[in-house]
């Protein structure tokens, strides 16, 4: 069996994969890769099927070495990707021999690296997913400096032969996102949701895997007070009492007591996965 040691993380390094929808009858969300595009791209390139586990990389900072000659890939964030300190790009495969050192860089733009190796990080599953839930704490643990972990067997297809088409970086200014209705947006006043479709937003630096808070002008709310809890979306943009508006993610609660006004289109949720803290979005009509 081929096994990953992890010589480094700098940003926070998860293992990840399309997650396990169909239990919030049991008060666990989806979780999953947040840029699940970037993920079954990477896959891609090394010939896995789209849903096997990868690691979801923080900014960067991920060092790594395998005890037997590898293929791997780097997708989403778009940053510095090094076999033995020659450059090798992300977004595309690259074969590394056995304790070779792999250096992936500060990205340079968006925010998520995943990385994918040939044949899937084979950690034991839960609920029949490999991924990390942040907020309930069930899946592999965060990966630190020191782990070694599982690769598991080659799949029967090939690694693919694919140019630089399939490489798209992510934004570095301001991020549109499709907006959809929510079903609580009589719980704000008309004024606040031209304000959520018109105005400039930053994503704070607080935001993470549950959900992404917004910074700008305070949504004024037509019913104070929260809701009887209510099933939750990832997308959903619930608004507090104070007027700040979250967009919930992948390991979001299963419920919640804040109005959704809107709902992020799921075609624009991997895009939101790659702002910032400080990067500006947009949002339009879906």
């Known amino acids: 069996m081929t096994r990953l040691r992890i010589d480094g993380t700098g940003g926070r390094v998860l293992v990840q994969d ?10 666990v969300a989806p979780s999953g890769a947040l840029d699940r595009g970037a993920l079954a791209l990477a896959n891609r390139l090394v010939g896995n ?13 991920l060092r790594f070495a395998s005890d037997r000659d590898l293929w791997f890939a780097v ?8 076999v033995a300190g020659r450059e090798v790009g ?12 792999v250096e992936i860089g500060t990205a340079q733009r968006g925010l998520r690296y995943l990385v994918a ?20 704490g069930i899946g592999p643990e965060p990966v630190d400096a020191g782990r070694v972990l599982a690769v598991g067997p080659e799949p029967a297809t090939s690694v693919p032969l694919l140019d ?21 947006a009589d719980w704000v006043t008309d004024a606040a949701l031209a304000a959520l479709h018109e105005s400039g937003w930053r994503v704070s630096a607080s935001s993470d895997r549950v959900g992404a808070r917004l910074e ?17 979306v990832a997308g959903a943009i619930q608004v507090t009492g104070a007027g ?24 624009s949720l991997d895009r939101l996965a790659q702002v910032r803290p400080g990067q500006e979005v947009r949002f339009r009509h879906a």
């Open 216 to 232: 700008g002008p305070a949504l004024e709310r037509r019913v104070a007070g929260e809701l009887v809890s209510e099933p939750t």
């Open 18 to 27: 399309l997650g396990r929808p169909g239990f919030a009858h049991l008060g």
């Open 164 to 184: 630089d088409d399939a490489a798209y970086p992510p934004p570095v200014g301001a991020v549109v996102l499709g907006l959809l209705p929510g079903p609580r």
């Open 75 to 82: 997708t989403g964030a778009w940053g510095s990707v090094r």
């Open 90 to 101: 992300p977004y595309r495969a690259a074969r590394v021999r056995a304790g070779e050192p």
């Open 49 to 61: 099927p789209d849903g096997f586990a990868g690691l979801e990389v923080v900014l960067g900072g």
């Open 117 to 136: 190796v040939r044949g899937g990080i084979d950690e034991p599953t839960t609920l029949g997913s490999r991924s990390r839930d942040t907020l309930a």
């Open 244 to 267: 700040v508006p979250t967009v919930l993610l992948a390991d979001r609660p299963v419920t919640g007591g804040y109005p959704v006004v809107a709902i992020v289109d799921p075609a």
